[in-house]
């Protein structure tokens, strides 16, 4: 197993061999800036004019996140779909949105084509000349927003506003998301030391653990699946993101470190480290649950890590828990030696590449 040098965390060399994704990383918030932007015209002409579906289907990346954000919301039904094709019910009644990028998910692929051979009310969030975007062209009253890059959290809130346009969902920031993440950029900048880096502080924290990743609120929930998907994309280790009946029983059989045990002569498998992601939510159900699982990573000698993000947005708030977790997901990979050197330029074969879906 690969050991974590933190020195490369703050070494200028190292930190090179990273900007593909770092560089990724810092413009998120132009990223939606430009997807509200291109979508401008489009989302200028929507209203509800008395539209109301019978139900929503979303399917494609990121589906997930409208759910989450619609769901307490939503005047209508709400399905994430997760594909290939269209629940058996979905007709003309219901509005069908797919989110891709520029590769065509099959599943995605699929659903639009379904919801054109069916006569549905269609939203797609997909780059012009797209396999998505040309597998819905037999609808001739689409609602197309065209996305400007493979950013799923872009796309995801040029469909949101949209939807809240047509008295579907509830307002979307779009300018307060692109600042939260420009703030959180700053914040995790590589130019900032470990002392005063939230990003690098989080993966000398996960150096050397099996990452367990809880968010209590509905959005933090999501964000910890994305975060988990960069942290096992970086490090190539085992990372979970669930909820606390799925964490607990980890953490309860964990054994006692071994305060006598020499790590240089045997070094000792990796335990697990709580991170949990906060976004301010004041429930009494979440803080109940977060007790129980602080108590016991307490008693079991866990490590307990907390983002915390309570100003802002729900979606703001959403962004920037993910974007702190990504950038300790990237720190992390670095401080492994995941990325190669900047002239051995082997970043694209590490299993790491900027454009993949996790960044």
């Not at 094709?85 to 699929?110: E, K």
């Amino acid at each position: 197993m690969s050991s974590f040098d933190d020195s490369r965390l703050d070494d200028p060399a190292a930190l090179q061999a990273t900007d593909h994704l770092l560089r990724r990383l810092a413009g998120a918030g132009a990223r939606v800036r430009a997807e509200i932007d291109a979508s401008e015209d489009a989302l200028s002409q929507l209203g509800s004019d008395g539209f109301r579906p019978r139900a929503i289907v979303a399917a494609g990346r990121d589906a997930r996140l409208v759910r989450a954000v619609l769901e307490p919301v939503c005047p209508v039904p709400f399905v994430a779909w997760p594909g290939p094709g269209l629940p058996g019910w979905a007709g003309p009644l219901d509005l069908v949105i797919v989110l891709d990028g520029t590769t065509g998910d099959s599943a995605a692929i699929s659903a639009a084509a379904e919801a054109v051979r069916r006569g549905c009310g269609l939203m797609v969030a997909s780059p012009e000349d797209s396999p998505v975007d040309k597998a819905s062209a037999g609808s001739r009253h689409a609602i197309r927003l065209p996305s400007q890059s493979d950013d799923q959290l872009a796309a995801a809130v040029a469909v949101l506003q949209g939807l809240h346009q047509l008295d579907l969902g509830p307002a979307v920031d779009a300018k307060a998301v692109a600042a939260m993440l420009d703030d959180v950029a700053i914040e995790c900048s590589p130019n900032n030391e470990v002392a005063s880096n939230p990003g690098k502080d989080l993966a000398l924290m996960l150096a050397d653990a099996l990452p367990l990743v809880w968010g209590g609120s509905v959005l933090a929930a999501r964000a910890a699946r994305r975060v988990v998907e960069a942290i096992r994309l970086a490090s190539g280790r085992p990372a979970l993101a669930a909820d606390a009946g799925h964490l607990l029983p980890v953490l309860a059989n964990q054994p006692p470190r071994d305060v006598f045990a020499d790590p240089f002569d045997q070094p000792e498998d990796l335990r697990p480290g709580l991170v949990i992601l906060d976004d301010g939510i004041d429930d009494p159900s979440v803080t109940e649950t977060r007790r129980q699982l602080e108590d016991k990573a307490e008693r079991h000698d866990v490590r307990v890590h907390v983002v915390t993000q309570a100003n802002g947005t729900d979606v703001a708030r959403y962004a920037a828990l993910m974007q702190h977790g990504r950038y300790a997901a990237a720190y992390l990979g670095l401080g492994l030696g995941r990325y190669g050197t900047a002239v051995e330029d082997s970043a694209a074969g590490s299993g790491n590449p900027a454009e993949d879906p996790a960044w």
